[in-house]
C-alpha cells in the first residue's frame, strides 16, 4: 500500500537563528529536500537611499555605516569614492594608503564573521566563530584608535579620512599582524581538513560560472565559481594599484569553495596590509573641502568598491544642491541572494542553512 | 511488626532498600515499608540525576567557555558553581506556555516521559560495591529497554507541539534513536559474553583488565551510538539549533523546558556512568574497596569531559550521512565484534566456562588489532561512499593584470 505523502511548507525565519537577520525563506519541503524556495525579504528596510536625498553629503557617511554593520569602512570607501568622483577630486596620498588599508583591516573582520557563522550553521558550537571573534576584536579595538567608533565607523571623509593616526596606533598595528597569522592557524587546524565539515560541504549546492555571471553575482561567491574578477585588480582604486596581491579563485563554487575563498583572502589582506604599512608617507589626510557643498547640476558618478561581500557601488546624481537628487547603492548582499533558488532547490534542509551561510549575506545591505 | 526480607528477593542485594524496609518494618506493616523504601530509592535516584545534571551543566557551561577562548558563568556562588540552580530558578519563574493548538496532555506528559529513562537508568548501576539501588541480574537488558522509552517521549514532544520545526526534530530523532539502538545493542552482546553475566555488577567484577582494552570496538560502537541517542554533536540532528531552531522542543518554555534540558544533561551523565560501569572498571581502582565512589565518580568524569570535548569541536553530520554512519559503519563493526568475541569465547574458555586472565589478555591483543584495522577499513570504504565524484581539488589563486580576464 502507497503511503500518502505531501510537501510541507515551511517559513524559515523572519525570526530564526541562521538567516543572519531577519530575512526569510518559504520553503517546501518533500521530507528533508526542498522542493520550492522564495526568499522574501524587506524586514530591516530602513530608506538609507531615500534618507540620503535630505543629507548633506557629508552626512550621508553615518548611513552608509549601517548597511553591511560588519564592513563599515569598505562601505564608507565606497560612497566616499563616488562623491569625489562627482566633485572631480583626488584624495591626498596619505588618505589613499590609510583607507586601503583599513578596508583590508575591514575585510578580515568581516570574513572572519562570515566564516564563523558559517561554521556554526555547519553545527559547531561556536569554537571557530568565537575564535574570529577574538581576531575581530582587536580590530575593532585599532578602529577605536582610529576614530573611537567601533561598528559604525564613519572614518571615512569626502575627499580623504576624518583625522591622521594617533602615534599609539601603529605599534598596536605592528603587533597586530604578528599575531594575525598563527590566530588565523588556528582556524584553520580547526576546520579546514576536518573530515565532517569536507564530507557536509564539498560538491554540495554548486554555482556553475555560467549562472555564476547570468546572475551576476559577485565577490568570493563568484571567485568560488571559477572567474577571477576582483575590482581591486580591475578598476584599482585608492592605492590598489601599487600594492601586490594574488586573488584566490575556487574550482567548483561548492559551499567549501566559497568558505576556502574567504579563507585565502584574509591571507591576502594581510599581505596588502603589510605592503601599506611600509609605502605609507607622512602627509595630508583631508583635501579642505567645505562641510556643506555643491556639485555642479546633472554631475552624476558611479563609486565602486570590491566589498568583502562582493561589489559595493553608489550611483550618485546631483540637482547642484546641498543633497544629492539620487543615491543608488548596488549592494552585493542582494545580487548574490537571487541565486538561493538555484542553489538550494534538490538539496536538504541542512544543506540549506549552510549554503545560505556561504553567501555571507548581511541583511542590512540587502533591505538598505 | 517486624518484617524481613526473604533473601531469594529481587532486590535482596541491594542494602538502601533493605535497610529502609527492614528499619520502616519495625514499626508499621511490611506492604508500607515496601512502598515506603521504595520511594526512598526514588528519592534519592531524582535527586542524583538532577544533582548529576546540575553538575554537568556547570562544568560543561565552563569547559566549553575554555574551549571558545572566554570565561564562562562565573558570577553565582564560587567559580559559577550556582550557574544551574540560577538558571532552573529563572525557567520556574518564567511563564509556561501551552500553544493553543497543542495537544494539551501529550504536551505535559512528554518532559516527564523524557526524564524518566534518565532516572530509571540509573538504578542499576553501582556506583561502589554493593551499592546499586537494584542488582537486577538482566541490568544491561533492563538500561537498553529503557534507553529506547526516551524515543517515544521526543515523539510526542514533537507530535503534540502542532509545530512544523518540533515534527521535524521529531522525526530526525526518531529515525536516529531507532538506528544507532542496533549497533549498540549488538556491541554490548560482545560484552555480555565475555562478561559471562547481565548483571552490571557481575560485569564489574569480570573486568580483571578493563573491557575499554578487550573490547575496544564495541567502545567505540557504543560510545558513538550513545552520543546519537543523547543528541550530542556531531548527531545532534534532532535538535540542530542553527536549522530546526530547537527541534522537538521548539515549543516548550518554563518548568517543561527545565525538565528536557534536565533529562538531556542527565542522560549524559547516566550514559557516562553505563560507560563507565561496562568498559572502564566500573567502582575498581587502587587502594581500599571504600574509595570505589571516587574512583567510579572520576571516570564518569573523563567520559563526560570526552563528551564535552567532542561537543565543543565538531559541525554536524547531515541526516542521510548519519544514517549511512549507523548502518553502513557502526553496524558492520559491531557485527564483527559480535562474531569475534564469540569466536574467543569459544575457544578461550575453560571446562567451567569461565576466562582467566591470560585469555583476556589474548582477546585484548587479537581484538585491538581488529579494532583499529577495521576502523581503518571501514572508514576509507565510507569516506568513498560520502564523498562526490564531480569534486576535483583544483583550487587555487590567480594573479591579474588590469583588463585580463580568464
Redesign the interface.
Known amino acids: 500500500m502507497p503511503i500518502h505523502t505531501e510537501p510541507?511548507t515551511?517559513n524559515v525565519g523572519p525570526q530564526?537563528?541562521?538567516t543572519h537577520g531577519v530575512f526569510r525563506l518559504r520553503v517546501t519541503f518533500d521530507g528533508?529536500e526542498i522542493l520550492e524556495v522564495e526568499p522574501v525579504f524587506g524586514y530591516l528596510h530602513r530608506g538609507t537611499e531615500k534618507l540620503a536625498e535630505e543629507r548633506t553629503y557629508v552626512q550621508i557617511v553615518t548611513l552608509t555605516d549601517r548597511l553591511d554593520y560588519v564592513s563599515s569602512m569598505i562601505n564608507n570607501q565606497a560612497y566616499c569614492l563616488a562623491v569625489e568622483k562627482l566633485l572631480g577630486v583626488e584624495p591626498p596620498l596619505r588618505a589613499k594608503w590609510l583607507r586601503t588599508m583599513v578596508a583590508e583591516l575591514q575585510r578580515i573582520a568581516s570574513h572572519l564573521m562570515g566564516i564563523g557563522f558559517y561554521?556554526?550553521?555547519?553545527?559547531?558550537?561556536?569554537?571557530p566563530l568565537?575564535?574570529g571573534f577574538?581576531t575581530r576584536e582587536k580590530i575593532l579595538d585599532l578602529f577605536e584608535m582610529l576614530c573611537g567608533a567601533r561598528i559604525t565607523l564613519t572614518y571615512m571623509r569626502p575627499g580623504g579620512v576624518f583625522s591622521d593616526t594617533p602615534p599609539d596606533f601603529w605599534p598596536a598595528l605592528e603587533n597586530f599582524m604578528q599575531e594575525l597569522p598563527s590566530e588565523i592557524g588556528e582556524i584553520e587546524q580547526?576546520?579546514m581538513e576536518?573530515?565532517?565539515?569536507?564530507?557536509?560541504t564539498?560538491?554540495?549546492s554548486?554555482l556553475s560560472p555560467d549562472m555564476a555571471i547570468n546572475c551576476s553575482v559577485s565577490g568570493p561567491v563568484l571567485r568560488a565559481s571559477g572567474?577571477?574578477?576582483?575590482w581591486r585588480?580591475?578598476?584599482?582604486y585608492d592605492a590598489y594599484?601599487w600594492v601586490d596581491f594574488?586573488?584566490?579563485?575556487?574550482?567548483?563554487g561548492?559551499n567549501y569553495?566559497r568558505f576556502?575563498?574567504r579563507m585565502?583572502e584574509i591571507h591576502?589582506s594581510a599581505r596588502i596590509i603589510h605592503q601599506c604599512m611600509e609605502h605609507i608617507e607622512p602627509g595630508p589626510v583631508r583635501l579642505d573641502l567645505p562641510l556643506v557643498f555643491r556639485p555642479e547640476p546633472g554631475a552624476e558618478a558611479y563609486g565602486r568598491v570590491e566589498a568583502s561581500k562582493g561589489e559595493l557601488a553608489f550611483y550618485m546624481l546631483s540637482d547642484g544642491g546641498v543633497s544629492p537628487y539620487r543615491c543608488k547603492i548596488r549592494s552585493p548582499s542582494l545580487i548574490n541572494l537571487t541565486v538561493t533558488e538555484h542553489l538550494l532547490v534538490g538539496w536538504?534542509?541542512?544543506?540549506m542553512?549552510v549554503t545560505l551561510g556561504s553567501l555571507d549575506i548581511n541583511m542590512g545591505e540587502v533591505d538598505r | 511488626m517486624s518484617c524481613v526480607m526473604s533473601p531469594d528477593n529481587v532486590l535482596y542485594g541491594t542494602p538502601v532498600y533493605r535497610f529502609v524496609y527492614e528499619l520502616v518494618g519495625t514499626v508499621l506493616p511490611c506492604w508500607i515499608s515496601y512502598v515506603a523504601a521504595g520511594l526512598v530509592i526514588m528519592f534519592i535516584l531524582v535527586n542524583a540525576v538532577l544533582m548529576g545534571a546540575a553538575v554537568f551543566v556547570f562544568a560543561e557551561r565552563r569547559l566549553?567557555g575554555r574551549?571558545?577562548?572566554?570565561i564562562g558563568p562565573n558570577r553565582w556562588g564560587p567559580f559559577g558553581t550556582f550557574q544551574p540552580f540560577a538558571d532552573v530558578l529563572k525557567l520556574i519563574f518564567k511563564e509556561d506556555i501551552t500553544p493553543a493548538a497543542a495537544d494539551k496532555i501529550v504536551f505535559l506528559a512528554a518532559p516527564i516521559a523524557m526524564l524518566a529513562p534518565a532516572i530509571l537508568m540509573l538504578a542499576v548501576v553501582p556506583f561502589a560495591k554493593n551499592t546499586a539501588l537494584a542488582d537486577l541480574n538482566v541490568g544491561i537488558l533492563y538500561i537498553l529497554a529503557v534507553t529506547s522509552l526516551s524515543s517515544v517521549a521526543i515523539l510526542m514532544a514533537g507530535w503534540s507541539s502542532n509545530n512544523?520545526?518540533a515534527m521535524?526534530g521529531a522525526a530526525r530523532g526518531v529515525a536516529v534513536l531507532i538506528s544507532y539502538e542496533v549497533p549498540v545493542v549488538l556491541c554490548l552482546l560482545g560484552v555480555v559474553m565475555v562478561a559471562g553475566s547481565m548483571s552490571l555488577a557481575d560485569v564489574v567484577e569480570a573486568q580483571a583488565i578493563p573491557f575499554l582494552l578487550v573490547q575496544p570496538l564495541a567502545l567505540f560502537v557504543f560510545l558513538a551510538g550513545v552520543s546519537a541517542e543523547l543528541n550530542r554533536?556531531?548527531f545532534?540532528?534532532a535538535e540542530?539549533?542553527?536549522?530546526?531552531?530547537a527541534g522537538y522542543h521548539t515549543e516548550y518554555s518554563g518548568v517543561k523546558f527545565a525538565l528536557i534540558q534536565a533529562a538531556e544533561f542527565g542522560g549524559v551523565v547516566t550514559a557516562s556512568m553505563v560507560v563507565v560501569t561496562l568498559f572502564l572498571g566500573g567502582w575498581a581502582g587502587p587502594l581500599a574497596d571504600y574509595l570505589g565512589w571516587f574512583w567510579f565518580l572520576l571516570k564518569v568524569g573523563a567520559v563526560a569531559f570526552i563528551f564535552i570535548w567532542v561537543?565543543?569541536?565538531?559541525?554536524?553530520?547531515?541526516?542521510?550521512?548519519l544514517m549511512a554512519f549507523a548502518w553502513k559503519f557502526l553496524l558492520p563493526l559491531s557485527i564483527i565484534n559480535l562474531f569475534a568475541t564469540a569466536l574467543e569465547v569459544f575457544f578461550l574458555r575453560d571446562s567451567q566456562g569461565v576466562l582467566a586472565i591470560n585469555d583476556l589478555w589474548i582477546m585484548t591483543g587479537i581484538n585491538l588489532a581488529l579494532g583499529a584495522g577495521c576502523i581503518a577499513l571501514f572508514g576509507s570504504m565510507i569516506?568513498e561512499k560520502?564523498?562526490?565524484v564531480?569534486?576535483?581539488?583544483?583550487?587555487?589563486?590567480?594573479?591579474?593584470?588590469?583588463?585580463e580576464?580568464?
Open positions: 510541507m515551511i530564526h537563528p541562521s528533508e561554521l556554526q550553521d555547519l553545527g559547531t558550537l561556536g569554537t568565537m575564535y577574538r580547526l576546520v576536518n573530515e565532517i565539515v569536507l564530507v557536509r564539498k560538491g554540495v554548486p572567474i577571477a574578477w576582483d585588480k580591475m578598476e584599482p594599484e594574488d586573488v584566490p579563485v575556487g574550482a567548483n561548492d569553495d576556502w575563498v585565502q591576502q536538504k534542509l541542512a544543506d542553512i | 566549553i574551549f571558545h577562548n572566554r512544523r520545526y521535524f554533536t556531531p545532534d540532528v540542530a539549533e542553527s536549522e530546526l531552531v561537543r565543543a569541536t565538531y559541525p554536524r553530520l547531515r541526516i542521510d550521512q569516506r560520502i564523498k562526490p564531480t569534486w576535483q581539488p583544483a583550487a587555487g589563486t590567480a594573479s591579474l593584470t588590469v583588463g580576464v580568464t
